[in-house]
């Protein structure tokens, strides 16, 4: 069965660093792009980019190009969501997601993580 | 405000069916795929619909997704309690170098 398996919740307080995970199984890990996709409290979805695991090519939104980093270790099939410093407006669900083999502008997202929520609070 | 445009609620009664449109330009679903995610409330959102009218496996044919020109529309036909959820569209956008979603639909099973 392909899944992809988020770390835990967090609660930071801001300027802090962290770092989320998603581990994928069940699938050739290597050949597909991972997807990290932000939903703030009561809101809709926000790509913010995007992994190939074979390579560590990478492909950021605009919007989001500069405020993380996204990488990812194929020899442990997982992927990574990180903050240098965060802000409370940071505060939010973030979901990975299987891509596309084409491509990361196919938005074919399937598998997704169960989610993984941060808090930035002081 | 998002790229692609949808209504911010949809409702309709058992057995009805209901359409949720998806809005946009030349730049995303004039040009390119489009495709429907449904989430369930308190969970991640599920693949619906890709490439536009395509139904991934386990998914009810009772879900149909259409585009033409610079929209789209996903429509449920024998509505169930069970497809209230929320739903949103989504496709790449060449002037913005970007996935890009709609705000997405309330679904309410009246």
């Known amino acids: 069965?392909?899944?992809?398996?988020?770390s835990g919740a967090e609660v930071k307080k801001p300027g802090e660093s962290l770092q989320i995970s998603c581990k994928g199984s069940g699938y050739s890990f290597t050949i597909y792009w991972i997807v990290w996709v932000r939903q703030m409290p009561g809101k809709g979805l926000e790509w913010m980019g995007a992994i190939y695991p074979g390579d560590s090519n990478t492909k950021y939104s605009p919007s989001f190009q500069g405020q993380v980093t996204i990488?990812?270790?194929?020899?442990i099939t997982t992927a990574y969501l990180q903050w240098s410093s965060l802000k409370a407006s940071d505060t939010a669900m973030y979901?990975?997601?299987r891509g596309d083999s084409s491509g990361y502008y196919y938005?074919?997202?399937?598998?997704?993580?169960?989610g993984t929520l941060v808090t930035v609070s002081s | 405000q998002s790229v692609l445009t949808q209504p911010p609620s949809a409702s309709g009664t058992p057995g009805q069916r209901v359409t949720i449109s998806c809005s946009g330009s030349n730049s995303n679903i004039?040009?390119?795929y489009l495709y429907w995610y449904q989430q369930l409330p308190g969970t991640a959102p599920k693949l619906l619909i890709y490439t536009s009218n395509h139904r991934p496996s386990g998914v009810p044919?009772?879900?149909?997704?259409s585009k033409s020109g610079t929209s789209a529309s996903l429509a449920i036909s024998g509505l169930r309690s069970?497809?209230?959820a929320d739903y949103y569209c989504a496709a790449w956008d060449d002037s913005l170098s970007s996935v890009v979603f709609g705000g997405g639909t309330k679904l309410t099973v009246l």
């Open chain 1, 71 to 75: 990488s990812a270790d194929k020899s």
């Open chain 1, 95 to 97: 979901y990975c997601a």
């Open chain 2, 61 to 65: 044919d009772r879900f149909s997704g």
């Open chain 1, 1 to 6: 069965e392909m899944q992809l398996v988020q």
């Open chain 2, 82 to 84: 069970e497809d209230e």
């Open chain 2, 30 to 32: 004039g040009s390119n």
């Open chain 1, 107 to 114: 938005p074919r997202f399937d598998p997704w993580g169960q």
